[in-house]
């Protein structure tokens, strides 16, 4: 039977203890390899990283495969993770002896988008820390909830392949991956900026550069609170 699947029952303990143990070989071969590993039973913690798993779940195209990949995460079978411009190579575990290898393209974000996404920041954005902590004005949130700007990727821009024999299009390995780049986000957010292909120092600049633009506009204005030298005189007596 396929992993993890109906066939003998394997323990929550003793997929983990064949985990660790190929992560171990494969550290001997490769001390960069970069594992996937929960601390407690969440998925993500950080702002980006629920959000990842979110727009994840909120696809019907999804919604029977995506969780498959839960119990893999949770069992630290992501043995190694990594994200680069447009792309994650991953290793997971599964029944065989030999890791599965994963691949997973992510499609850039369109500069149709790209030109939606800064006018609704219009400055809103004041620094990377800001960014990166997930703590932008609320209203900013619809960039990564609403479809129309989809700063986080459709089913139609995540392409993945793996070298397992699972015949479904989303096999539990690849699903296990989606969740660990959720977590992975946890570490590091700048890397969805990097996964996207999004400048995110542009879009800072863009939103500095919109606010001084509307600053300097204002300056030249008058408002309609200051009061006028004259008017000044006749509030206080003066000739």
Same mark, same amino acid.
């Given at each position: ?19 660790? %143990?190929?992560? /171990?070989? #494969?550290?001997? !071969? ?5 594992? *996937?590993?929960?601390?407690?039973? $969440?998925? +993500? ?28 995460? %949770?069992?630290? /079978?992501? #043995?190694?993770? !990594? ?5 994650? *190579?991953?290793?997971?575990?599964? $029944?065989? +002896? ?36 997930? !703590? ?5 949130? *619809? ?6 700007? +989809? ?89």
């Amino acid at each position: 039977m396929s992993d993890y699947g109906y066939g003998k029952y394997v323990s929550a303990e003793e997929k983990r203890a064949k985990a660790n %143990r190929s992560l /171990a070989k #494969l550290r001997k !071969k490769n001390p960069n390899i970069e594992p *996937v590993i929960l601390e407690g039973r $969440s998925l +993500a913690k950080s702002w980006w990283g629920k959000a990842w798993n979110q727009n994840l779940e909120s696809y019907a195209d999804y919604s029977n495969r995506i969780p498959r990949g839960r119990t893999y995460v %949770r069992n630290n /079978a992501v #043995l190694d993770l !990594k994200i680069s411009k447009g792309k994650v *190579v991953a290793k997971v575990q599964g $029944s065989r +002896a030999k890791p599965y290898d994963v691949v997973i393209g992510i499609d850039a974000l369109d500069s149709k988008r790209w030109e939606q996404v800064t006018a609704l920041c219009n400055h809103r954005i004041d620094s990377l820390e800001q960014l990166i902590e997930g !703590k932008f004005p609320k209203e900013l949130e *619809v960039l990564f909830q609403d479809k129309k700007y +989809a700063m986080f990727p459709s089913p139609k821009e995540i392409h993945f392949d793996c070298s397992c024999p699972d015949w479904a299009s989303m096999c539990k390995h690849v699903a296990a991956v989606l969740y660990g780049i959720g977590a992975r986000l946890d570490q590091d957010p700048m890397l969805f900026f990097e996964l996207r292909d999004i400048d995110s120092h542009a879009l800072i600049r863009k939103s500095v550069d919109q606010k001084l633009d509307s600053m300097l506009k204002n300056a030249g204005k008058k408002s309609s609170r200051v009061i006028a030298a004259d008017k000044i005189s006749d509030l206080f007596g003066l000739e």
